[in-house]
Nanobody
């Protein structure tokens, strides 16, 4: 079984920055493509960013390109999401997801494991 634990959320003013972390345990981290997703109140969970198992390929939803950066440290079993120039519309619960068998999850249905999420609130 794989466990994912997100951290780093909080309250920040518009234009500020946060860095989310997702610590993974239970299996070989480097086997998993990793993704960040978010869910705002009353909305469906949506894709934010993803990174391949070896870190070679990254993907972003259009609304965060140029502002967010996903990265991973396989030695620390951790994936990160650096969020800069935050906007009020980035407010959501952010979830970390993992896909096994070398896949990179860019859709909610492609994640085999999920964390419990961390709240990000951006005040306008």
């Amino acid at each position: 079984q794989v466990q994912l634990v997100e951290s780093g959320g909080g309250l920040v003013q518009a234009g500020g920055s946060l860095r989310l972390s997702c610590a993974v345990s239970g299996r070989t981290f480097s086997n998993y493509g990793m993704g960040w997703f978010r869910q705002a109140p009353g909305k469906e969970r949506e894709f934010v960013a993803a990174i391949s198992w070896n870190g070679r390929y990254v993907y972003y939803t259009d609304s965060v390109k140029g502002r967010f950066t996903i990265s991973r440290d396989n030695a620390k079993n951790t994936v990160y999401l650096q969020m800069n120039s935050l906007k009020h519309e980035d407010t959501a619960v952010y979830y970390c997801g993992a896909a096994n068998n070398g896949r990179t999850p860019i859709r909610v249905g492609e994640c085999d494991y999920w964390g419990l999420g961390t709240q990000v609130t951006v005040s306008s």
